[in-house]
T-cell receptor, first 115, second 113 residues
Framework: AQSVTQPDIHITVSEGASLELRCNYS??????LFWYVQSPGQGLQLLLK??????LVQGIKGFEAEFKRSQSSFNLRKPSVHWSDAAEYFC?????????????FGGGTRVLVKP | NAGVTQTPKFQVLKTGQSMTLQCAQD?????MSWYRQDPGMGLRLIHY???????DQGEVPNGYNVSRSTTEDFPLRLLSAAPSQTSVYFC????????????FGEGSRLTVL
């Protein structure tokens, strides 16, 4: 079964500083990887996804993530954080076949942005 | 275009009561699912459906029932609510393909006393 670990529960970053959120996954085959963002009181919105090809993927709102198979990681980055990036971020892993119908989410990382 | 609509947004139940959380979508998506969100645990899949008449269990199905009689609707039933079912519930749909984006409703906050 697939699993996802987000080691950082909370991260505080100053506005304008860079941000990196860690995600480690466990899955035997090639995973499909996703990052979602949840603003307070809202549902989740897709930031970006990886399923094949270039291991550096670009998403919305200036975010990018890099798939590193050797490290089983899919870390999310943003060069310069804006106050509106304060939210909770979730990494998720899926796959082809029956496992693809059971997207597995990590525990989330809450990001606080200081002015 | 409403997307994914969940009702009610808030509900308080007493232990042992039953209720149904409603989920409706207007995107003609075959795949629909229910997740619960608890602090520090992310989202956990309860049940999912890949089309009308087809449902399957997720990671935490106990205490919940689902059915899918139409493409548009996927209700989640709690037959005898327990305090452990206090949570925020999200319905999500997906277009074709396992790499497709999940589209989430705004959530239903349930408290069981």
């Amino acid at each position: 079964a697939q699993s996802v670990t987000q080691p950082d529960i909370h991260i505080t970053v100053s506005e304008g500083a860079s941000l990196e959120l860690r995600c480690n996954y466990s899955y035997g085959a090639t995973p499909y990887l996703f990052w979602y963002v949840q603003s307070p009181g809202q549902g989740l919105q897709l930031l970006l996804k990886y399923f094949s090809g270039d291991t550096l993927v670009q998403g919305i709102k200036g975010f990018e993530a890099e798939f590193k198979r050797s490290q089983s990681s899919f870390n999310l980055r943003k060069p310069s954080v804006h106050w509106s990036d304060a939210a909770e971020y979730f990494c998720a892993v899926g796959a082809q076949g029956a496992a693809g119908n059971k997207l597995t989410f990590g525990g989330g990382t809450r990001v606080l942005v200081k002015p | 275009n409403a997307g994914v609509t969940q009702t009610p947004k808030f509900q308080v139940l007493k232990t042992g009561q039953s209720m149904t959380l409603q989920c409706a979508q207007d995107m003609n998506h075959e795949y629909m699912s229910w997740y619960r969100q608890d602090p520090g645990m992310g989202l956990r899949l309860i049940h999912y459906s890949v089309g009308a008449g087809i449902t399957d269990q997720g990671e935490v199905p106990n205490g919940y029932n689902v059915s899918r009689s139409t493409t548009e609707d996927f209700p989640l039933r709690l037959l005898s609510a327990a305090p452990s079912q206090t949570s925020v519930y999200f319905c999500a749909t997906r277009g074709q393909g396992y790499t497709g984006e999940l589209f989430f409703g705004e959530g239903s906050r349930l408290t069981v006393l």
